[in-house]
């Protein structure tokens, strides 16, 4: 299985708003595998479409110590419940760089399976916060949206710098 390429902030491409995804074909079943096996290669623990440039509502996520709790989230709509825990946060699009983010600790989720089914999951702790940081990707948003200016900027000229030195 091909490892997909992951864009790298400040591109803007990965600032695009994510469609809705409203055909669930077998291209899409394929996508979700392999942005599944990408994100375990890097290693990570979460993976938007939009990090692999495809604009469409789809999420994998696994922050499990075994990477055998694989969840693919379709179409996802994060309902915030109580609690806030601020974390060091990293991202594959922002290699390199973690930063102390504050997000919702409980969350309910409501997205769709691959095949289009409806699903439903709370979380909490670890994955409600990676579940977070990927449904912002959906939107265009980057984790070093939430630090000073002074911190995004520190990474964003780092990063500028290390593409102009690999091409
Ligand atoms: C999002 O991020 C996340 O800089 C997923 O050099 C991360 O998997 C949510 C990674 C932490 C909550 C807490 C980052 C791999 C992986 C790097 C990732 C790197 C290699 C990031
Ligand atoms: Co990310």
Known sequence: MPLLNILHHPDPRLRTKAAPVSVFDSALATLAKNMLETMYAAPGIGLAATQVNVHKRLIVVDVSEDSNAPHILVNPKLELLGGRVAGDEGCLSVPGFYERVER????????????????????????AVCIQHECDHLDGKLFVDYLSSLKRNRINKKLRQLASERD
């Open 104 to 127: 919702a600790e409980q969350i309910n989720v409501q997205a769709q399976d691959v095949t289009g089914a409806p699903l439903t999951m709370s979380a909490e702790g670890l994955l």
